[in-house]
């Protein structure tokens, strides 16, 4: 049988075994990290995450924990777990409009894509994510810091990876009742943590212990010492 990608990112003849891992993913990793709303669920069954995972490193696409993706030299997907509270927290709708950040291939935005949202994936590399041709994203190229100009505002922004220094020019591409989530490791230890536009003004809150590398740019600025 054919893993054939449709431009969906879905399979549309997925051969047994992927299958298999796919639903050990979900039921391993994901539902019992209290991540168990369906349609959230549905999305990572139908989008083949091995697709997005760089050739020489597919047989550990499943694994619990993060794999070098297709993409940028060094770029990684973040774990099913970590990815999947991320994708909870933001709580997507059908129809909104989302950005991710750190696209890679395009694994979280083919997940959003899959749930209905209109994506915008950003890369400082877009090749990848523009080969792989995903209905309903658009591969846009540039600093991960800065939101493409001309599409926003995002009602999620999610950004696959970790920030030292605040994502703050994203953030204030949020639209009037946006979401932003990333992993936070501006005080050392690593957590997932989400941004929340609301009555013109953005509230923060930490959520979960996570790991992700720190993206492109988001790096904290080197201290001076005397």
């Known amino acids: 049988m054919s893993g054939a990608l449709r431009r969906d990112g879905a399979t549309s003849m997925s051969d047994g075994k992927t299958e298999a891992q796919r639903l050990q993913m979900i039921n391993a990793q994901l539902r019992t990290s209290d991540v168990n709303d369906l349609e959230l669920l549905a999305a990572f069954a139908a989008v083949p995450r091995e697709r997005f995972v760089a050739a020489a490193h597919r047989q550990m696409a499943y694994a619990d924990g993060e794999v070098l993706s297709c993409g940028p030299a060094g770029r990684k997907l973040l774990s099913p777990r970590t990815l999947g509270l ?42 990848a994510a523009r080969a792989a041709g995903l209905a309903g994203v658009a591969s846009v190229e540039g600093p991960l810091t800065e939101p493409p100009a001309g599409k926003g505002p995002f009602d999620v922004i999610i950004l696959n990876g970790a920030f030292e220094a605040a994502p703050d020019r994203l953030v204030a591409a949020l639209s009037p009742t946006g979401r932003l ?4 490791a501006m005080s050392g230890a690593k957590r997932i943590v989400i941004f929340e536009r609301s009555g013109g003004g953005v509230s923060e809150r930490s959520l979960y212990d996570a790991a992700g590398d720190v993206l492109p740019g988001f790096a904290r600025a080197p201290a001076f010492t005397f």
Request: with cysteine.
């Open 86 to 127: 991320m994708l909870k927290a933001a709580a997507p709708v059908k129809g909104e409009r989302a950005l991710t950040v750190g696209a890679g291939a395009g694994y979280c935005a083919a997940l959003l894509a899959a749930l209905g949202l209109e994506v915008v994936a950003l890369e400082t590399d877009s090749s």
């Open 181 to 184: 989530v990333g992993v936070s």
